[in-house]
Structure formats: C-alpha cells, structure tokens
C-alpha cells in the first residue's frame, strides 16, 4: 500500500461522513505528520500488509492515479495484477487475496 494525500482534509475539504466517523485531519505539514495519519488509517481500516508513505510531490499518486484511493496488486514482472475499485469502500481485500494466491501458491 501507498499512502498518498489525504482526500479530504479538515482544513481544505471535510465530509460529514468523516466527522461523523472520527476521520478528521488536516493537512500535514511534514513527513512525520504524514505519517502519522497513514498509520492511523492502516489501523483503523485493518489492513495488515506494508504500507508506504507518497512523498509531497504526490509522485505515486500521479504516476498511478490512485485518487480516490485503490488498491493494486503488482505482479513480479512490474505489471498491475488487480486494481480494485475507489476506496475504502471500493476496496474489496478477497478479490486482492485471490490474485496473490494465484500469483504466489502457498506450498
């Protein structure tokens, strides 16, 4: 997972959705920052696998346009294996388990 900016920050753009939820942050102003709220939504969604923090730049976020949030499975060859619709309510984490156990059998 890569972590990229955040979608809707309280101080430019807040959902009452994310109010309701308890899911309000501003905009961080420093890597640290970022990374702190990344490791909060990695715990609060439940993910369980590593995950990465975007630099400033948004690089990742550009080059694979994950906004509205995606979750990608990248085969051994660097090709996309699965992407999955907009999240987090797009993410559907069985269609991601169906590919890596096609892509790496378990013995």
């Excluded at 955040?6 to 942050?25: C, G, L, P, R, T």
């Excluded at 501003?26 to 630099?55: H, M, Q, W």
Aim: glycine share 4%; proline share 7%.
């Amino acid at each position: 997972m890569v972590y990229i900016e955040e979608a809707h920050a309280s101080d430019v753009w807040q959902m009452s959705i994310n109010v309701k939820e308890k899911v309000v942050f501003a905009t961080p102003n420093s890597y640290e920052e970022r990374t702190a709220v990344a490791n909060t939504c990695v715990k609060d969604l439940g993910i369980e696998f590593p995950a990465l923090i975007d630099d400033f730049s948004n690089s990742v976020e550009k080059a694979y346009t994950g906004w509205p949030d995606r979750l990608y499975v990248v085969d051994r060859d660097g090709r996309i294996a699965s992407k999955s619709k907009p999240g987090p309510y797009g993410f559907r984490p069985d269609d991601v388990a169906v590919t890596l156990e096609r892509l790496v059998p378990l013995p």
